[in-house]
């Protein structure tokens, strides 16, 4: 199996022949060139195959050590290792120093350059398997790849692309479950610190009395258990972007810590004296009325206007029922792979009642109730047999044939179907709401054919 290709620049026929056929023997397909020009075009050409550019020092048309950008302008994945008649340690550290993988002189034996050619050649593929898992994640963070037509999303995504490039904070604000995270990765990925990390922090996963060092970080000794200099999740940040969901959970002191970070990009670790500095840009969401709560003294109002520079509403699924479909049909078809199953597709009556739930749990819920209809579909159809026990209490059929029915026990039964839609099926929630017992609300379920 070929191990992969290489460039040589080399003006010595002589030279580029012997060279050729060790490289060859090894397994690796060879490019050669005699001049810089000519090399520089062979390399702009296939600079997704070549793995390593074996250039000599001294060319009739260039210097390697003044050529070291050019090739690593024309393919950056490629590593490069010089090659000299004469060669010096000084001219060895400074070809290091431009970004040379390694600087060697003629005439050394052919195992070293092997061994030299294959950790460049490792090198360089390890950078292509990083490069192309960074667009496989950027291809799956991107606003591209954001499902369904919707004004309220269309309107969304528009607002938050036009807000990514920059370095200015973003507060997405929506309900639970709405894909907050998936807008804040995708303005990630569409901004310049795509490349750097992106920390995300659920601010209410955390205890309230642990948060604060968990973002900030310590200094040993700061408090009793700190045997170790920590660093802050904000540290680790810098550079790219840090997403704290749930803002609204932060405790009031650290609200003002945050705003220092906004204003300052500096902070103070606990059992700190000095400041730390950091370079990066906040994305905040929140399902909460921050300016309601920033009004009566809930939060803090200097930092919601630091952070409502730009404000993305991100939508919930019932303000976008029309995506309802193609979101089920993506999630059917995700869970079918995942599960190695072959699933063509959902019933009429399946769409109609997914159309028509009341998703309180927004996109989340909906992929769980797909990941369940899937693992339960018996056939390669979903049914609405497939569907939770909540989707049954609700008929369109029953509803049209019983709206004109008055009498109590009409009412009741409708009453009852209501509340366990509702309630999602909880049956001690809606015997709750409903002002009964649950011994009641079961034999009236059974009752009703509920």
């Known amino acids: 199996m070929p191990k992969g290709t290489l460039l040589l620049i080399d003006d ?15 397994g690796y397909s060879m490019l050669t060139a005699p001049t ?26 260039g210097h390697g050590l003044t050529l070291l950008p050019r090739y690593k302008q024309a393919a950056p994945l490629a590593e490069v290792v010089l090659l000299t008649a004469y060669g010096t340690i000084a001219d060895g550290v400074r070809a290091m ?21 294959d950790r460049a050649a490792e090198k360089a593929r390890l950078q292509h398997r990083v490069a192309d898992l960074e667009k496989k994640v950027g291809a799956q963070y991107s606003f591209a ?14 607002l938050a692309e036009r807000v990514a490039p920059t370095d200015s904070t973003v507060l997405l604000e929506g309900p639970t479950g709405a894909g907050k995270e998936l807008f804040a990765q995708a303005i990630h990925q569409a901004s310049a610190r795509r490349n750097k990390p992106f920390v995300a922090v659920n601010c209410s996963a955390f205890p ?13 000794g700061a408090f009793t258990g700190a045997l170790t200099d920590k660093k ?18 932060l405790e009031l002191n650290v609200q003002a810590k945050f705003l220092r970070v906004l204003e300052t990009q500096t902070f103070t670790k606990l059992g700190d004296t000095r400041p730390t500095s950091v370079d990066v840009r906040l994305v905040a969401a929140t399902n909460r009325n921050l300016r309601q709560e920033a009004e009566t003294g809930q939060f803090r109002p200097d930092l919601y206007y630091r952070l409502a520079v730009f404000t993305v509403p991100v939508p919930g699924l019932n303000e976008r029922r029309e995506d309802v479909p193609l979101l089920a049909d993506y999630f059917l078809q995700f869970f079918a792979a995942k599960l190695r199953r072959r699933l ?28 369940r209809a899937a693992i339960l579909a018996e056939g390669d159809t979903l049914t609405t047999d497939d569907l939770p026990a909540e989707f049954h209490y609700w ?5 049209l044939d019983e709206a004109s029915d008055k009498t109590l026990r009409s009412l009741e039964k409708r009453q009852i179907r209501q509340v366990l839609h509702e309630t999602g099926g909880n049956k001690m929630e809606a015997a709750r709401q409903l002002g009964i017992g649950t011994k009641t609300l079961y034999r009236k379920i059974q009752e009703y054919g509920l």
């Not at 600079?47 to 060319?59: H, R």
């Not at 120093?97 to 050619?117: I, M, P």
């Not at 309230?208 to 040993?220: N, W």
Request: glycine share 8%; net charge negative.
């Open 36 to 61: 810089a020009h000519q090399g520089l075009e062979l390399l702009r050409q296939h600079a997704e195959q070549v793995l390593v550019v074996l250039s000599d020092v001294k060319l009739p048309d």
């Open 208 to 220: 309230k009395d642990l948060l604060e060092s968990e973002l900030f970080g310590y200094r040993k």
């Open 232 to 249: 802050g999740l904000l540290e680790e940040a810098s550079g790219g972007t840090l997403f704290l969901d749930e803002i609204g959970e």
């Open 395 to 399: 008929s369109a059929d029953a509803n």
């Open 97 to 117: 120093k431009e970004g040379a993988f390694d600087y060697l002189t003629k005439g050394d034996s052919d195992d070293q350059l092997v061994v030299v050619v």
């Open 145 to 158: 790849s954001m499902i369904g037509e919707s004004a309220a999303l269309r309107q969304a995504k528009r």
């Open 344 to 371: 063509r597709g959902l019933e009429p009556e399946v769409l109609e009642q997914l159309g028509r739930h009341d998703w309180r749990g927004n996109v989340r819920e909906l992929k769980n109730v797909l990941e």
């Open 12 to 26: 010595e026929t002589s030279l580029r022949q012997v060279l050729t056929r060790v490289l060859e023997l090894e």
